[in-house]
C-alpha cells in the first residue's frame, strides 16, 4: 500500500494545499492582516451580520473578519487550513474580548453539516482554494436556505490581482490551478455561484496602505506576505532574477502609490442561497 507521502504525491491538488499551508505559515502574516480590519467591517456590515446569528469565516487566517463579526454578537467559527493563523488569530480574539470558534480545515471539504450558518463570508481567503467550483459549492452546502453568503476579493485588473499574476510568472501554480484573481471578477463570481443564488449584488471598496516609499512596501511583503517571502527565497540564488522581480514588483505597484499610500480596490460580492 502506498504511504500517505507518495499518495500526496501522486495527487497535485493536496501537494498544492500542503504547499500554500507550509506558505501561509512563512512571514508573519499578522502584521499584514492589520491592514485588512477596516475591509472586514464593511464586509461584515455588508454581510448584514446580525447579533445571535451563525456564521463560518472562510479561510479566516488570523481572523480580522472573524472577530469582528462576533463583537457584533454574532457567533461565528472560523475556519483556515494554516494553524500558525489560527494561533494568532486566537491571541487576537483573546485581547478583543470575544470567543469564535476555530477549526483547521479545508475550503473544499467544510467539516459542517448541510445548512449550518446564516450567514457564510470570506475576506481574500477562500479564492485561494484550487478548484473554485468546489470551494463555491461546500460554501452554499452549508448555509442554509435564505442565508447570506459574502466576500471579499481582489480584482484581476486592480493592484493585489496584478502582482499576484506578477509573482506567478516568477514562481508558477501547478497546471490546472486558476488565478485567485478570477474571483474578482463579476462575470465569472456569477457562474460560479451559478443558479444556486439569488440577488447577486456587488459593490467596491478601497484599502489605504500606508507607505513611506515602493521599497518600503515592498520590503514589509517580503518579509511577512507568505507567497511573496516564498518567491523571494527561491530567487534568491539568482540575484538577477530577484532584481528583476524587484524591479517588475515596484513598477506593478506604483501607479497606485499617491501621497504615501498604496491604494487597494477590492470587490465585494453578497447573494442569498435559495
Do not use: C
Not at 24 to 50: E, M, Y
Not at 118 to 131: E, I, L, N, T, Y
Not at 202 to 210: I, K, L, P, S, T
Request: charged share 20%; proline share 7%.
Amino acid at each position: 500500500m502506498a504511504s500517505p507521502q507518495s499518495m500526496q504525491q501522486e495527487d497535485p491538488v493536496s501537494a498544492f494545499k500542503a504547499k500554500q499551508k507550509e506558505t501561509w505559515a512563512l512571514g508573519d502574516f499578522a502584521d499584514i492582516s492589520h491592514f485588512t480590519t477596516q475591509p472586514a467591517a464593511q464586509l461584515v456590515r455588508f454581510a448584514g451580520i446580525k447579533g445571535g446569528e451563525k456564521v463560518l469565516d472562510v479561510g479566516t487566517g488570523t481572523g480580522v473578519v472573524a472577530i469582528t463579526a462576533a463583537r457584533a454578537g454574532a457567533h461565528v467559527t472560523g475556519l483556515d487550513l494554516t494553524p500558525e493563523l489560527l494561533e494568532k488569530a486566537k491571541l487576537s480574539a483573546a485581547l478583543a474580548g470575544v470567543s469564535p470558534t476555530w477549526h483547521e480545515g479545508d475550503a473544499e471539504d467544510l467539516p459542517f453539516p448541510d445548512a449550518s450558518f446564516d450567514a457564510v463570508v470570506s475576506q481574500f481567503g477562500h479564492m485561494f482554494a484550487p478548484r473554485p467550483e468546489v470551494a463555491a459549492r461546500e460554501m452554499l452546502r452549508v448555509l442554509r436556505p435564505g442565508g447570506r453568503i459574502a466576500f471579499a476579493t481582489w480584482p484581476p485588473e486592480q493592484l493585489i490581482g496584478r502582482l499576484f499574476a506578477m509573482n506567478a510568472s516568477f514562481l508558477p501554480a501547478p497546471a490546472g490551478v486558476p488565478p485567485m484573481g478570477a474571483w474578482g471578477d463579476p462575470g465569472v463570481v456569477r457562474q460560479r455561484l451559478g443558479e444556486g443564488v439569488m440577488d447577486l449584488f456587488f459593490e467596491r471598496g478601497v484599502m489605504a496602505w500606508n507607505a513611506l516609499s515602493l521599497a518600503h512596501y515592498r520590503a514589509l511583503h517580503e518579509a511577512k506576505n507568505g507567497p511573496f517571502v516564498r518567491t523571494v527565497a527561491a530567487l534568491s540564488s539568482d540575484p538577477a532574477r530577484l532584481a528583476t522581480y524587484r524591479r517588475e514588483y515596484d513598477a506593478t505597484v506604483a501607479p497606485y502609490f499617491i501621497d504615501n499610500v498604496v491604494r487597494h480596490e477590492y470587490l465585494l460580492t453578497r447573494a442569498t442561497k435559495r
